[in-house]
């Protein structure tokens, strides 16, 4: 299996601009993370979904960031307009079911000028 | 809220050392995992414990958990370069699959 699959790997853009990641978990998985890892706050969860529903978003940090997974293979985490501050390494991960071993991509890194 | 928290935050030893990190947490738990992470790479999964399980080993590996001290612990034996990365811990309070994260040991293991 390829593993999780995100991209791009490197992103630089300048505030105000949209910014779309994109994730392709793993073929069977069922669950689908997006965390955000800084230096100062470490890891973060964003949001996950199971079976392409979103169930849990709280740690969405504001309405500036959308996450959506229209099928099994694939999900985006857009963030519209990006600010400086959204400077980070985004990491898509995926599971399944009961096993709660997460697989984590490359990540993206992401960096607002 | 950080559930997980390693300590130490860093850790610098001598190829070939063993080297032990903790991890405590707050509340109780379903299972508590290890994962490496080697500097711009993402996390991997290193080991899974159960709450009923009190130790577990994976080749150089061998991580404890005592519930009744809400902590655990990763022993990494005859350390090597290759083991240099950063380690979390993080814990599945319930079965919701949100493992809830540390801020990690930074391990440096010098040649």
């Known amino acids: 299996d390829a593993g999780v699959i995100q991209s791009p790997r490197h992103e630089v853009t300048e505030m105000g601009q949209e910014v779309t990641l994109r994730c392709k978990p793993i073929s069977g998985h069922d669950y689908l993370f997006w965390y955000r890892q800084t230096m100062m706050r470490g890891l973060e969860l964003l949001i996950y979904?199971?079976?392409?529903?979103?169930?849990?978003d709280s740690g969405m940090p504001e309405d500036r960031f959308s996450a959506k997974m229209p099928n099994a293979s694939f999900s985006t985490l857009k963030i519209q307009p990006s600010e400086p501050r959204d400077s980070a390494v985004y990491f898509c991960?995926?599971?399944?079911?009961?096993?709660?071993?997460?697989?984590f991509g490359p990540g993206t890194r992401l960096l607002v000028l | 809220s950080q559930q997980g928290e390693e300590d130490p935050q860093a850790l610098s030893i001598q190829e070939g050392e063993n080297a032990t990190m903790n991890c405590s947490y707050k509340t109780s738990i379903n299972n508590l995992q290890w994962y490496r992470q080697n500097s711009g790479r993402g996390l991997v999964h290193l080991i899974l414990?159960?709450?009923n399980e009190r130790e577990k080993h994976s080749g150089r590996l061998r991580v404890t958990l005592d519930t009744s001290k809400k902590s655990s612990s990763l022993l990494i034996t005859a350390s090597r370069a290759a083991d240099t990365a950063s380690y979390f811990c993080a814990t599945n309070p319930n079965s919701n699959y949100q493992l809830i994260w540390g801020a990690g040991t930074k391990l440096i293991i010098k040649p």
């Open positions: 414990i159960r709450s």
């Open positions: 979904f199971n079976n392409n529903v979103p169930i849990d």
């Open positions: 991960a995926s599971s399944f079911g009961d096993q709660e071993t997460q697989y």
